[in-house]
T-cell receptor, first 114, second 114 residues
Framework: GENVEQHPSTLSVQEGDSAVIKCTYS??????FPWYKQELGKRPQLIID?????GEKKDQRIAVTLNKTAKHFSLHITETQPEDSAVYFC?????????????FGKGTHLIIQP | KAGVTQTPRYLIKTRGQQVTLSCSPI?????VSWYQQTPGQGLQFLFE???????NKGNFPGRFSGRQFSNSRSEMNVSTLELGDSALYLC?????????????FGPGTRLTVT
């Protein structure tokens, strides 16, 4: 089955700086890569996703890049704000709808320092 | 549109008992997936239902089961509860299941086994 590795586990950045979270996956059949943000005590919230037919997708301050050859994808947050503090999860799923559902990374705790 | 709802939100059970959790997907969504979230293992896929049929199943023992009704609502059942079953159980709904669709999570049911 799919295996997703996520780094770093904790990331502390100054407010206004950029943050980058990286994930690698093992199954070359995976072609859907969502990112979720989970604030303390709340549900995971889908913030952006990318499919393997594109290399980059951007939504305001958030962007995701995908390198299918290297099997890694990254989340980029620019001009970080205090409300960006949360745990971020990457995930992967294969083209057939995913025999294993979404496979998640272990999460990155992003801390925005004022 | 109303989001994904789950009931109950909190549950305390004793070892050996069984429990049933309920999930109502977003209106129009026909696929429901279930995940277990724990601090140690992160988010792990349990199973996925589409049109009342289980499409996929994760690597969990047979004590974990589920079903989906004709109105797309889903239930999951855990029999013979163990202490290790204490977790946040999240369901996620998506429009379809034959290709990777965006999944939206419910607030979860926090299960504590004593």
């Amino acid at each position: 089955g799919e295996n997703v590795e996520q780094h770093p586990s904790t990331l502390s950045v100054q407010e206004g700086d950029s943050a980058v979270i990286k994930c690698t996956y093992s199954d070359s059949a995976s072609n859907y890569f969502p990112w979720y943000k989970q604030e303390l005590g709340k549900r995971p919230q889908l913030i952006i996703d990318i499919r393997s037919n594109v290399g980059e997708k951007k939504d305001q301050r958030i962007a995701v890049t995908l390198n299918k050859t290297a099997k890694h994808f990254s989340l980029h947050i620019t001009e970080t704000q205090p409300e960006d503090s949360a745990v971020y999860f990457c995930a992967a799923r294969d083209s057939g709808g995913g025999a294993d559902g979404l496979t998640f990374g272990k999460g990155t705790h992003l801390i925005i320092q004022p | 549109k109303a989001g994904v709802t789950q009931t109950p939100r909190y549950l305390i059970k004793t070892r050996g008992q069984q429990v049933t959790l309920s999930c109502s997907p977003i209106s129009g969504h026909r696929s429901v997936s279930w995940y277990q979230q724990t601090p140690g293992q992160g988010l792990q896929f349990l199973f996925e239902y589409f049109s009342e049929t289980q499409r996929n199943k994760g690597n969990f023992p047979g004590r974990f089961s589920g079903r989906q009704f004709s109105n797309s609502r889903s239930e999951m059942n855990v029999s013979t509860l163990e202490l290790g079953d204490s977790a946040l159980y999240l369901c996620a709904s998506s429009f379809g299941s034959t290709s990777p669709y965006e999944q939206y999570f419910g607030p979860g049911t926090r299960l504590t086994v004593t």
